[in-house]
C-alpha cells in the first residue's frame, strides 16, 4: 500500500522555524512531483509548495516567499519543507501531495492528486 507518511510539526513560537518530512513508503516517487498543502480550521486547503522530480521547478504560494523552502533527497525519497518566520495564522495541518503531472501540482487541485499523506498539525502561538 502506497502511503506519503508526514512528520515534524508541533508547537513553535510566532517567528520560531519547524522542518517538515515527507517519506513516501510502498514506491519511489523519484518521478513525482511533490507538494505541500495546508489547512487551516475553517478554511480551505491550498497549495504551499511544490518542487518538481527533479528540483528543476519550484513554487511558493506568495505568502511564504522568502521564508519557506521546498527541497528533495531522491536517493532518500524524502520531501522537506523548511519554514522560518512561522506565523499564528499559519497554524494549519500540513499535507504532503505527489502527482506525476507538475502541472497539476502547480494548479493546486485537491481532486487532482495522486497521493495524499494525512497530515503533520502545525501550531503558531502568539
Known amino acids: 500500500q502506497v502511503q506519503l507518511v508526514e512528520s515534524g510539526g508541533g508547537l513553535v513560537q510566532a517567528g520560531g522555524s519547524l522542518r517538515l518530512s515527507c517519506a513516501p513508503s510502498g514506491r519511489t516517487f523519484m518521478l513525482y512531483a511533490m507538494g505541500w498543502f495546508r489547512q487551516a480550521p475553517g478554511k480551505e486547503r491550498e497549495l504551499v509548495a511544490g518542487?518538481?522530480?527533479?528540483?528543476?521547478?519550484?513554487y511558493y504560494t506568495d505568502s511564504v516567499k522568502g521564508r519557506f523552502t521546498i527541497s528533495r533527497d531522491n536517493a532518500k525519497n524524502t520531501v522537506y519543507l523548511q519554514m522560518n518566520s512561522l506565523k499564528p495564522e499559519e497554524t494549519a495541518v500540513y499535507y504532503c501531495?505527489?502527482?506525476?503531472?507538475?502541472?497539476?501540482?502547480?494548479?493546486?487541485?485537491?481532486?487532482?492528486?495522486?497521493?495524499w499523506g494525512k497530515g503533520t498539525l502545525v501550531t503558531v502561538s502568539s
Open positions: 501531495a505527489a502527482d506525476k503531472s507538475w502541472a497539476t501540482m502547480t494548479s493546486g487541485s485537491i481532486g487532482g492528486m495522486d497521493y
Open positions: 518542487i518538481n522530480w527533479n528540483g528543476g521547478n519550484i
